[in-house]
């Protein structure tokens, strides 16, 4: 492609990426399309001869575009969000016009040294102990996996990297952890056996005495505890692990600890909402997600670890091709995960902190928990609705409730997401607590207003209504 062909559609596409999230709110939030339904519009195999970008990015527009569900509308409430925003999709521009790789410090200095920089800003932003030491990976399942992997080295001496399992190793999260756990544990060779789900008390927190218990049982048993993960804003209602008294438990035995704080670590740069991490000395290791809730393109993983050491003895390797110079005095995050190549995330995340401040961003999540607890306080005052779990930030957990049994109450519940779902308007998920079907509404996307929340209140309860009113038909 010649430059000023590159120049026309580059100003093409950015104009058109402005006018997408400008306008993001007026789409339709979840398209209507059948399974199979995008494929069947595209040809079966690549085309022979090349193709202009005219061409292509007519189809993106007719065939692609109307198929994808669009994350950065105002009134996306499901899951945990994955925002971006202007200065991050502008830094991931540089980053794949510069198409580096960055896997050491000398396929890329800037790079390396920028991460370096950005992760010790995140750590004093976050008020993380000045101990720890931070790496970028691409999702928090990587980060719990290599926390994982890490903590089954120091429990072995290092030895399962060398002979492979010897014996039967033991984890310990609780039963509303996320599913990433269980996966990493699969991954790792820990087994989903040993495994262990702890129960959690009423507002879905574990229950430390309960872990010590499992702890307990397993060293009777003559197995080995390795690591407890602990979370720090469950995806399901956003609970908090106590971790001051599991962290206690933890150096009593001499385990690991790992936090998954996903979603909810950027809520850490509110002071008032620092009691969450009490206890977060105890951590060996802690991940949040810049790409859920700071402004940062998906994928953007802050990985801290109390140890730098354990975690580059698990992962290092030295094969001939990759020796340099100067690897005694730089980092090479090769060794600080899985993947051996490394895209140059560090730029985003620089370029979002540097244009928002820590400020800009400390107003963003007040805001959103704000929003969240007006709408909490309108499910509370509402004879229909019930408040499933505490809302400490911007998840609220909710369901019509009538007095039916709870069959019953499940199946309405459904029927209810379905229909505010349906109308293209608002999105939002469920989960089950304690079996319950329960509805989750998480305002934590850059552009919410109060006015998306309100309108959304009012479609919830405009959808129950007809729920509950037998229709005449
Ligand atoms: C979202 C989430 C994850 C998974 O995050 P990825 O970056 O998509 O792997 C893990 N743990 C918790 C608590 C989450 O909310």
């Not at 400020?359 to 805001?367: L, N, S, T």
């Not at 929003?371 to 499933?388: H, I």
């Amino acid at each position: 492609m010649d430059k000023e062909t590159f120049r026309k559609h580059g100003y093409e596409f950015i104009d058109w990426v402005a006018d997408y999230l400008e306008n993001v709110g007026e789409y339709r939030i979840c398209p209507d399309v059948r399974p199979g339904e995008i494929k069947q519009k595209l040809p079966k195999e690549a085309p022979g001869k090349g193709e202009s970008l005219d061409i292509i990015f007519n189809d993106f527009k007719r065939k692609i575009f109307p198929g994808m569900t669009h994350w950065q509308h105002p009134s996306w409430f499901a899951y945990f969000p994955a925002n971006n925003s202007p200065p991050s999709v502008l830094a991931e521009l540089l980053t794949a016009g510069m198409g580096a790789q960055c896997m050491i410090w000398e396929t890329s200095p800037a790079a390396a040294e920028l991460e370096e920089v950005v992760m010790e800003w995140l750590k004093s932003m976050l008020a993380l102990p000045k101990g720890m030491t931070g790496v970028i990976q691409d999702t928090a399942s990587t980060s719990s996996l290599v926390a994982l992997l890490t903590a089954r080295e120091k429990a072995t001496g290092f030895e399962s990297n060398v002979k492979g399992f010897k014996e039967p190793l033991v984890i310990y999260c609780s039963e509303e952890s996320h599913s990433s756990v269980e996966k990493g544990a699969k991954i790792a060779g820990f087994g989903k056996e040993n495994i262990r789900h702890i129960p959690t008390d009423k507002d879905y927190a574990v229950l430390p005495g309960e872990l010590e218990k499992s702890i307990f049982e397993d060293m009777n048993k003559g197995l080995k505890p390795c690591c407890v993960v602990a979370t720090v804003g469950t995806t399901s209602s956003s609970a908090i692990d106590p971790l001051d008294k599991i962290g206690e438990i933890c150096k009593r035995y001499n385990i690991w600890l790992h936090v998954d704080a996903a979603y909810a670590g950027t809520a850490s740069v509110l002071p008032e909402k620092r009691w969450m991490f009490k206890g977060i000395e105890y951590a060996d290791s802690f991940v949040f997600n810049p790409h859920k809730w700071m402004l940062t393109n998906f994928d953007c993983s802050a990985y801290f670890v109390k140890e730098p050491d354990l975690l580059v003895r698990t992962f290092e390797i030295h094969p001939e091709y990759l020796k340099t110079g100067v690897d005694s005095q730089v980092k090479n995050y090769r060794d600080w995960g899985i993947a051996l190549g490394r895209r140059f995330r560090a730029l985003k995340l620089w370029f979002v902190l540097r244009y928002y401040g820590i400020e800009g961003i400390q107003e963003m999540v007040r805001k959103h928990i704000e929003l969240a607890q007006s709408f909490k306080d309108k499910v509370e005052g509402s004879p229909s609705f019930e408040l499933m779990a505490p809302v400490p930030l911007s998840l609220v957990c909710f369901r019509l409730n009538d007095g039916s049994s709870e069959g019953e109450l499940n199946r309405m519940n459904r029927r209810l997401l379905e229909a505010v779902n349906q109308t293209g308007k608002l999105h939002m998920t469920h989960t089950t607590l304690k079996g319950k079907y329960v509805i989750r509404l998480c305002v934590a996307s850059r552009t919410t207003e109060k006015q998306d929340v309100e309108r959304a209140w009012e479609l919830i309860d405009e959808k129950a209504r007809e729920i509950l009113t037998p229709s005449s038909t």
